[in-house]
Each structure stands twice: as C-alpha cells, then as structure tokens.
C-alpha cells in the first residue's frame, strides 16, 4: 500500500482500536510498528516495537503454500526498516515459512530457539549491529544447522568498510567513504583549512551525508564552500561520510541506477531508475509517470546478461571478497564503462509488489529472483554443517 501510494491511516487507526480490546495480541502490536514506520512515525513505531518485543522475542509468518517446505529462522535486532532484510517482500507466496527471531544484548539466543532447518542472519550492517553480530559469530560458529549470510561477514559491507573492501578491483569503481567530523567540516567552512587540508586530495565537488543514515537522508552533492556552512546548518550530526563526486550521466544527461542482487553469485537485475538528478530513488525518479523511462526498464530487464557479463570480473569478485550469499547492490555505469558501486547491503529493499497494470515487464524477471532464492534456501538447508567443522 505504501508503495502504491494508498493512504492507509484509516487501516492503522483501525489497528489500534483493536489493539486496545486485544492489548496483549505482541504480533499486533508488531503489525501497527510496521505500519507506524510506513507512515514515517519512526519514534512511535520504534516505542510499539518495542511494547511488542517486551511481550515476546519470535514471530512466524507461515508460508503461503503450506505444508512448508522449510523453516527459516531469521536471527533480527530490533530498529527501523532498514535493520532487517525485508525478505517477507521475495517470499510472499513461498512454500518457505519465516520465523523471526529478535535476538537479546549479551546473550543474543537466550530465548527458546523454535525448531528450524536454516538459519538466516538477516542484520543489516551499522554502528547499532556491530556488537550483536560478533556476538552471533560466537553462538553460530556450532550451530547444528546451516547459516546463511554468515554474521562475521556482515560488517564488510557497512559504507565504509565495503568502500574499502572493494577498492583495486579492475573494472569496478566505488569512492572510499571517508568518515569527517562535524568540526572539522566547520573549520572547512570557516575557512581555517581547505578541503584538501581536511581530506587530503579532495576538492568540489564531493558528497556529503551522516554516519548511519540510510534512503538518501542527509545526502548532497556540495559544490563549494558556502555550501558546506549551508549543509551544517541543515544537517546536525556529529560525524559524516564524505566521497568524492562521480559525473556517471549518459550521452543523453539522465542518470541511470541499477539494484541488483547477487544470490550465490548470481547477479538478477532487480530494478532501473533513470532521472535527470544523480541523487536517485526509485519513487521520485518518475518511473511510474514516465513511459518511455518504463521501457527502457524493461529492457534492461530483457537484456540483463549483456550487463552482467560486462561486469562479470567485478561482480565476481563482489561476491568473492564478501562472501555473502545474498547482498543487494546498488550501482551505476562510469562514463568509461565500469561498474560504479555506491554501496552494498544485505537488507537492501527487494520486492515484486509493483502494479503489474503499470510494470507489465516486472513480474516474470522478478519471479527469477524469486526463484534462485527460494533454491539458494532449499540448496543451503540441505548441506550438513557438522561435517564442515570435523
């Protein structure tokens, strides 16, 4: 509903009104957290959360086709929706059923753990998951079932860490995310230092944002310095990511970016915005009023493996340095044609849920993603971890 645009406030007023006669129902309460944050009330829906949280620690979602073919436990920590892979958006109409699993500080499985075939560590990395998945490291390393997305590989594809990680890679390009302090940005624009003096090698333009922030928030291309002063004043924060300024428009001057996900190592194209700001998310880049925009999508689609074996060396090694079974990938092309990465994340949002009427292409490349993840599940609880570690 949210992404379609529908004002569903009358559905969350609705919920509420049930909760008071039902005040003990914790996945209810669970439920109006999802909508409250869809609504863009993350404080109350962070407090409901944890209201529901306080009441219990598991939550299933049964699979659509029952009986299930597998049990997935998915190992979460509590946050907005951007902590957690949304998996339930791929796996909507599966055979697979969910159970959600919030871990505790210090102890992270100290709750009855319900009986599963897989274990999926759906954290996303930050500052807030760094110590809950070092310690899943600890209580996963015997785990008796197979781990997917493993948690001691989770923190290399935090902002800093992947664009890091992924530098000297032939054929691919991602600007080293450099953490600055508000101070030290202040004196840059107070003309004490100049950038170069703050960063050395850095001029205008640059990107700034701040540490932890996710969907674009704070996020903006600074061309001079009059316009660092401006920033500071918009954007209160103690420490930001700064990045050099990638020019990738086309011939044409629209800026164009791909999510992709690797499964396996697998690259599937998930989506293509194209707008004439470099600064693009899908839902303002007018792909829903655009129909040629739409098509190009659509090709894009249909013509996918000519991209991926482009940059099959960098994608490949995507996957070989992170060791992810599952990682979303936002990226672009350089005007010189490598692949230009602007970040990598497990719980990157993926989905099928836009109106076919609208994306007629969507559904069937979709389904594919679909698929090879309902078969990476299938292929992943089928192993014996105990014969790895013997």
Known sequence: MSIAGTDFTSLAEEMLV?????????????????????LKQLKAGLAIQGQALAMQRVFRLPAARQPAKLRLLMLMIPGDLSANMPLDC????????????????????????????????AISAADESREPLAQLEQALARWPKPVINAPQFIPASERYAASMLLQNVPGLAIC??????????????????????????????????????HG???????????????????????????????????PDGLFRKFRIVLIAGVP?????????????????????????????????FTHFDAFAQRHRSALATIYQ??????????????????????????AMVVHAMDQEDIFPHKQYHMQKVKDALRELLLIRAAENPISKLL
Request: hydrophobic share 40%; with cysteine.
């Open 216 to 250: 674009g928030r704070g996020l903006a291309r600074i061309d001079s310095l009059p316009a660092v002063a401006a920033y500071l004043a918009d954007i209160p924060a103690e420490h930001y990511f700064l990045s050099r300024f990638v020019d990738y428009s086309g």
């Open 268 to 300: 599937y194209a998930c989506h293509m915005a194209i707008s004439s700001h470099w600064m693009i998310h899908y839902v303002n880049a007018g792909m829903y009023e655009d129909e040629k925009k739409r098509a190009e999508e659509a090709a894009f």
């Open 176 to 213: 080293p995310a450099l953490h600055i302090g508000r101070t030290t940005l202040q004196r840059v624009a107070d003309k004490e230092i100049p950038l170069s003096g703050a960063m050395e090698g850095y001029h205008f333009p640059v990107i700034l944002r701040p540490v932890g922030s």
């Open 321 to 346: 340095r992170t060791r992810l079974d599952y990682l979303g990938i936002d990226c672009a092309e350089t005007q010189d044609g490598d692949l230009l990465v602007f970040e990598i994340d497990p």
């Open 90 to 121: 791929l796996l909507e109409n599966s055979d697979i059923d969910l159970l959600y699993y919030y871990i505790t500080p210090d102890t992270p499985l100290a709750w009855p753990v319900p009986e599963h075939d897989a274990v999926l560590v």
């Open 18 to 38: 049930k909760a008071e006669h039902y005040p003990d129902d914790a996945e209810l309460w669970m439920n109006i957290s999802t909508v409250m944050m869809c």
